[in-house]
Nanobody, 129 residues
Framework: QLQLVESGGGLVQPGGSTRLSCAISGIPLDYYAIGWFRQAPGQEREGVSCISSKGSREGYSDSVKGRFTISRDNAENMVFLEMMSLKPEDTGVYYC??????????????????????WGQGTQVTVSS
């Protein structure tokens, strides 16, 4: 059974760092691009970052570029989001999601046309002093 489980959220001070993890089971991970999304209260869900199935391509939204880094370990079925220089506007529920995309080895940050079929339950990140 396919399952994505996020972890690593919590309360972080502005300017601080944290790392989110996404544990994935039930699918051959090297056929799937993985994305990270977030949703702040009262706002629509937005794409934050993505990584291609083979890990050669990454994508970031303008709001996190230079501060967040996505990575994956297909052998361990894990995807990570390293978040640095956090701001209060980074607060939200963070989700990882999977898109069937063995080729080409690219990814799309936004969930255009509902490309991401599988989603985790989310983990809360709160950036506040």
């Amino acid at each position: 059974q396919l399952q994505l489980v996020e972890s690593g959220g919590g309360l972080v001070q502005p300017g601080g760092s944290t790392r989110l993890s996404c544990a994935i089971s039930g699918i051959p991970l090297d056929y799937y691009a993985i994305g990270w999304f977030r949703q702040a209260p009262g706002q629509e869900r937005e794409g934050v970052s993505c990584i291609s199935s083979k890990g050669s391509r990454e994508g970031y939204s303008d709001s996190v570029k230079g501060r967040f880094t996505i990575s994956r370990d297909n052998a361990e079925n894990m995807v990570f989001l390293e978040m640095m220089s956090l701001k209060p506007e980074d607060t939200g529920v963070y989700y990882c999601a999977a898109e069937w995309r063995p080729y080409p080895d690219t990814c799309v940050v936004e969930n255009t046309n509902g490309r991401y079929w599988y989603w985790g339950q989310g983990t809360q990140v709160t950036v506040s002093s």
